[in-house]
């Protein structure tokens, strides 16, 4: 089984760029897409990014598009998430997830591993 943790959360102000680690033990995660996501206080959870088992295919939704980037490094068995111009709505735990397959998928029931989160808030 995988352990997921998250990290490079905190609180920044708006305009800053912060880049979250996902760094998995246990066992190699080389052979799953990994994905991000994030909790709001009083929202649901939302998909930020995905990406393929090699790294050659990433998946971000037009809400994301631009300012958050997935990327993955197998040798050292870690997921980023960069995130660019924050804003106070980007508030949230982020969490890390590891895929049930080895492509990059948005759809929720497609990971069966999860992350305890990262907080980042975002000052105005």
């Not at 998909?47 to 037009?62: C, E, K, M, Q, V």
């Not at 890390?96 to 980042?120: I, K, L, P, R």
Request: aromatic residues 12%; charged residues 20%.
């Amino acid at each position: 089984q995988v352990r997921l943790v998250e990290s490079g959360g905190g609180l920044v102000q708006a305009g800053d760029s912060l880049r979250l680690s996902c760094a998995a033990s246990g066992r190699p995660i080389s052979t799953y897409a990994m994905g991000w996501f994030r909790r709001a206080p009083g929202k649901e959870r939302e998909f930020l990014a995905a990406i393929s088992y090699d790294g050659a295919a990433t998946y971000h939704p037009d809400s994301a598009q631009g300012r958050f980037t997935i990327s993955r490094d197998n040798a050292k068995n870690t997921v980023y998430l960069q995130i660019n111009n924050l804003k106070p709505e980007d508030t949230a735990v982020y969490f890390c997830a590891e895929g049930s397959f080895s492509w990059a998928t948005m759809n929720v029931e497609h990971y069966d591993f999860w992350g305890q989160g990262t907080q980042v808030t975002v000052s105005s």
